[in-house]
T-cell receptor, first 112, second 113 residues
Framework: DQQVKQNSPSLSVQEGRISILNCDYT??????FLWYKKYPAEGPTFLIS?????DKNEDGRFTVFLNKSAKHLSLHIVPSQPGDSAVYFC???????????FGDGTTLTVKP | DVKVTQSSRYLVKRTGEKVFLECVQD?????MFWYRQDPGLGLRLIYF???????EKGDIPEGYSVSREKKERFSLILESASTNQTSMYLC????????????FGSGTRLTVV
């Protein structure tokens, strides 16, 4: 039973436009959500997170939205840049658990 | 610059060999993790550790063991390597509670022939 799902394996957008990456979860105990970015031949790097007490968190061009009732979160990248092309992983964890459950990833391609 | 260092970027081992993957972090993090990444399967947790000499099984521990004798070092051991253990192995560390996310190493691409 996959508790964190990223239903779109890939996404392609034009440079300057908005990229929206989606993630759904099934475990209602999750209270902390994270996004990671991964380039080929490198480990993932932490991008942005959100606690369940919030519904939005911004960091520069990156915004994460959380809809707890729908068990859904999304990552918005505005404006998208070619350097944003990477695999994006959604992750979630239970209170004070430390360990995260990851989705399968979405490959974002930003075309110049 | 804080980091997680994995001892090898690429390894080729024979079926049946005992394989050691080493990971060291310099951030004084309590938590350390081993994941494997396979196409279409995302990141799957093998083992994790909350403290020295403590270990917990993840989602796919079969065929693996771990050792954490020092806070900064977390080793993954493949007792008898098999071809289905060919994968990218990622080590990570985090603070207690996981806030601020994981810091990952660059990964070890293991091929078992």
């Amino acid at each position: 039973d996959q508790q964190v799902k990223q239903n779109s394996p890939s996404l392609s957008v034009q440079e300057g436009r908005i990229s929206i990456l989606n993630c759904d979860y099934t475990n209602s105990m999750f209270d902390y959500f994270l996004w990671y970015k991964k380039y080929p031949a490198e480990g993932p790097t932490f991008l942005i997170s959100i606690s369940s007490i919030k519904d939005k968190n911004e960091d520069g061009r990156f915004t994460v939205f959380l809809n707890k009732s729908a068990k859904h979160l999304s990552l918005h990248i505005v404006p998208s840049q070619p350097g944003d092309s990477a695999v994006y992983f959604c992750a979630a964890s239970e209170p004070n658990a430390g360990k995260s459950t990851f989705g399968d990833g979405t490959t974002l391609t930003v075309k110049p | 610059d804080v980091k997680v260092t994995q001892s090898s970027r690429y390894l080729v081992k024979r079926t049946g060999e005992k394989v050691f993957l080493e990971c060291v972090q310099d951030m004084d993090h309590e938590n350390m993790f081993w994941y494997r990444q396979d196409p279409g399967l995302g990141l799957r947790l093998i083992y994790f550790s909350y403290d020295v000499k403590m270990k917990e099984k993840g989602d796919i521990p079969e065929g693996y063991s771990v050792s954490r004798e020092k806070k900064e070092r977390f080793s993954l051991i493949l007792e008898s390597a098999s071809t289905n253990q060919t994968s990218m192995y990622l080590c990570a560390s985090s603070r207690w509670g996981g806030f601020g996310g994981y810091t990952f190493g660059s990964g070890t691409r293991l091929t078992v022939v």
